[in-house]
């Protein structure tokens, strides 16, 4: 069947674009996006280099794997066409900052901080992340309840279980992976006092910040998520929520307000444990009580 139908073509007749170059740039533009080359940005600081699906799928350690409990997919198992993260990062000429992160930014303004340790570690048995690869000729289905694909990206973990990886650390709908300082350094603003003990619960709790809600929150404009508000400017959650409200909201946010168009999830016990919410919380007040004069 054509791509061009019958008014297409005669559009094109009457605008002079049957030349051969004109033609194939029109095909191409109505062309069905999963039918494209999706590309992906791979950046180190001093460089940046740019693959694509058709690329990476014929890469020699291109594998089929099997998710038993798929995160972004509810929890069911799947099967995905994939390489492993770690060889993909290899691209990049510059190494990986020690102690540094892999920022997993996605179109929707989410931007995962994942620890480059977890992704380059070698363990046996230990958690192993694979960039999953949305074949054009075999679209991935929607996300529950989204009108879209985790594709054309998407990173995903084997034995997620022997590492405690965070649900955050499976980003979708990737448009770009960099190495970067962790956050604290890049954003000295999220730190919480370095004056308090070292067994305080709010330095606990700005790790659990961390790994989960900076992948959507800024704290204090540290950070590079845009999909949810900032955690302290003007204010901060512990301000404006009762305490019991505030834990509430955590566990399972339509409990307490729900709208259209709301995209932050619940945290189960197996995600974020009773001691780290109550981390996460005193690391939260505390830093309602550093915010910077004159904030918003």
């Not at 790790?207 to 989960?212: E, G, K």
């Not at 505030?246 to 197996?270: C, H, I, T």
Request: charged share 20%.
């Amino acid at each position: 069947m054509s791509v061009l139908s019958p008014c297409h073509r005669g559009h094109v007749r009457r605008l002079g674009l049957v030349r051969p170059a004109g033609l194939a740039l029109l095909l191409w533009v109505l062309m069905p996006l999963t039918a494209r080359a999706a590309p992906l940005a791979l950046e180190d600081g001093a460089n940046r280099l740019t693959v694509d699906t058709a690329t990476l799928l014929a890469r020699p350690d291109a594998a089929e794997i099997s998710v038993p409990a798929d995160i972004g997919y509810g929890g069911v198992q799947r099967r995905y066409r994939a390489v492993p993260l770690a060889s993909v990062l290899a691209l990049l000429p510059a190494p990986p900052p020690p102690g540094g992160v892999l920022e997993a930014a996605a179109t929707d303004g989410f931007a995962a901080q994942v620890p480059l340790h977890l992704i380059l570690q070698t363990t046996p048995g230990g958690p192993r992340a694979w960039l999953a690869l949305e074949e054009p000729d075999s679209p991935w289905p929607h996300l529950p309840g989204k009108q879209a694909s985790a594709g054309p990206f998407y990173i995903v973990w084997e034995r997620p279980e022997a590492g405690r990886i965070s649900p955050e650390y499976w980003p979708y709908q990737l448009a770009a992976l960099r190495f970067v300082q962790r956050p604290a350094v890049r954003w000295p603003q999220i730190a919480a006092d370095p004056s308090l003990p070292a067994d305080h619960p709010a330095r606990r709790g700005q790790d659990v910040f961390t790994s989960i809600c900076l992948a959507c929150h800024r704290m204090n404009g540290g950070g590079s998520a845009d999909m949810g508000p900032d955690l302290n400017r003007p204010m901060g959650p512990t301000e404006y929520f009762q305490p019991g409200a505030l834990r509430r909201y955590l566990r399972d946010p339509a409990s307490v307000r729900n709208w259209p168009e709301q995209k932050m999830p619940g945290f189960a016990a197996d995600q974020i444990s009773e001691t780290e919410l109550d981390a996460l919380l005193a690391y939260l007040s505390h830093m309602a009580a550093r915010r910077p004069a004159g904030a918003r």
